[in-house]
């Protein structure tokens, strides 16, 4: 390789790399260094005041109930994409893009217009004692919505690439629909569903605008950890913040090491 060659390549490395540096690894590097500034005690103490376990334990609701829904969904509508033919299946890959066009905040807000007190069904809802909006279910529905495509997006291209070879040679073997899935197709796309599971955690982790409009951030109640950090800036318990987004940080850690451990085990 000539010597100009290799000075693009190196410069290209160091471009990357300081995007990535710059972005990424100094503020989370910084925010690491803060949460300890008055030591470990003092972040445990944080972290398990009752307000702080009451929005980790919904956030983990959270994820737990929106993860495997999307999962199912995701799978299910990949199938419908890759593997039939029907005139209106675009609108479906058009339906599953919405939250990566539409903002959070407008999610939280079509969410209240119909599920809210004044909206299409929130008074008859709440005359059969069932609360949505600002409560634990208007909550997991935000989040469903703004992390619906991940799982579907990361199959759907999968699906493609392995093609139906297998699939109907299975079913010329006298397979039924379901085995045909669990032993041929499910297998071929397993990691393309890690990585979307991946990304859904991410997303119902970390969501915001959605959750903010439909909660009521009320603390100890329908505060979800990311509510409780901005909270804790905005009473200036900085310290508090540092320490819930240090948890935050660890969930999202600990799903990228599962999803690489497993990955190892497979290999």
């Known amino acids: 390789m000539s010597g100009e060659g290799r000075l693009t390549r190196y410069g290209l490395r160091f471009v990357a790399l300081f995007y ?4 990424l690894l100094l503020p989370i590097g910084v925010a690491l260094v803060k949460t300890f500034d008055d030591g470990i005690g003092e972040v445990i103490t944080q972290i398990t005041k009752p307000d702080a376990l009451h ?20 799978i299910a ?3 419908v994409i890759v593997r039939t033919n029907f005139p209106l299946k675009w609108l479906i890959g058009a339906i599953i893009d919405m939250p990566f066009a ?32 600002f409560s634990t279910p208007g909550i997991v529905m935000a989040v469903i919505f703004v992390s619906l495509p991940f799982v579907a997006r990361e199959v759907i291209p999968v699906m493609q690439e392995i093609g139906t070879d297998q699939e109907t040679a299975a079913e010329t073997l006298g397979a039924s629909p379901w085995q045909t899935f669990y032993k041929i197709t499910l297998p ?3 990691w393309g569903v890690t990585y ?25 109640e329908t505060q979800t ?28 850690l600990g799903t ?6 497993l990955r190892r085990r497979e290999d």
């Open 188 to 190: 071929a796309i397993r």
């Open 20 to 23: 990535l540096a710059a972005l």
């Open 225 to 252: 950890l990311p509510l409780y950090v901005s909270k804790q800036f905005e009473t200036f318990n900085s310290v508090g913040a540092y320490s819930a987004s240090l948890i935050l940080a660890i969930l999202a």
């Open 196 to 220: 979307g599971i991946v990304l859904t955690t991410a997303r119902a982790l970390g969501e915001f605008g959605a959750v903010t409009v439909v909660s009521g951030n009320i603390s100890g």
């Open 77 to 79: 509508a990949a199938h």
């Open 55 to 74: 929005a980790l334990k919904l956030s983990v609701i959270t994820v737990l109930i929106a993860v495997p829904l999307n999962t199912i969904f995701g």
């Open 102 to 133: 539409v903002s959070p905040v407008v999610i939280g807000l079509s969410l209240i217009l119909v599920y809210g007190t004044g909206g299409w069904f929130g008074a008859d809802l709440a005359a059969q004692g069932i609360q949505i909006i």
């Open 256 to 261: 990228l090491l599962f999803m690489n451990l």
